[in-house]
């Protein structure tokens, strides 16, 4: 609803470590086969991370004369690009770890997973590490998180004058709220008196 993604079918769920022992093959041989290209100096080292920046990039050279097969490992990077810098970020947000690689092998099934139950349980558990007092930065779908927010608490949702449509994230792209500091009376049978902040300079 909020991200259009699918909350049934197969789990999203993969190795972190023993590549080979697991998948009997090498992870940098099978992301050269599914990519169609290895991030420099990742192949017989033990980097599990590829850089964002490294598949925005090749994303932004792709070649207009590609066959099928080529289409489909550019829209594997495609995807592997929005797993790592959207729905299922670090707190650093500037790298993807390929455990997601094998679950995106097969590109007919790539549909069949539950994507919007992955993204929902890891900002769920990034909201609960995010907790302690030493934590400065959290990782987790932040779109999904203010999607949300400004959903059931619409005094806090940027100003729009069309209708809901979905996913419901896309209501509110491109739109800002002017920072509150203050709320005065409560919600529930009054208005809400907004002070908004203002420029010292």
């Not at 690009?81 to 707190?91: A, E, I, N, S, T």
């Not at 995010?130 to 619409?154: F, K, N, Q």
Request: hydrophobic residues 40%; proline residues 5%.
């Amino acid at each position: 609803m909020q991200l259009g993604l699918p909350v049934d079918g197969q789990p999203v769920s993969g190795m972190l470590r023993s590549w080979s022992k697991f998948h009997q093959r090498d992870i940098w041989e099978w992301c050269h086969e599914l990519l169609g290209e290895v991030p420099p100096g990742h192949i017989g080292t033990t980097k599990y991370n590829i850089k964002l920046k490294w598949l925005r990039t090749r994303l932004q050279q792709m070649p207009l004369d590609l066959d099928d097969n080529g289409l489909m490992q550019y829209a594997r990077s495609y995807i592997l690009y929005l797993l790592g810098g959207v729905l299922l970020p670090d707190k650093a947000n500037n790298t993807v770890h390929v455990r997601y690689l094998p679950l995106l092998a097969d590109f007919d099934a790539i549909g069949t997973y539950s994507w919007g139950s992955a993204v929902l349980c890891w900002l769920y558990r990034s909201m609960c590490l995010a907790t302690d007092y030493s934590v400065e930065c959290m990782a987790g779908c932040h779109t999904l998180l203010m999607s949300w927010i400004y959903y059931r608490l619409p005094f806090w949702a940027p100003d729009v004058t069309t209708a809901f449509s979905f996913p419901l994230a896309t209501r509110w792209a491109g739109k800002k709220k002017e920072r509150m500091t203050m709320l005065s009376s409560t919600y529930l049978g009054t208005v809400y008196a907004w002070i908004i902040y203002k420029s010292t300079r």
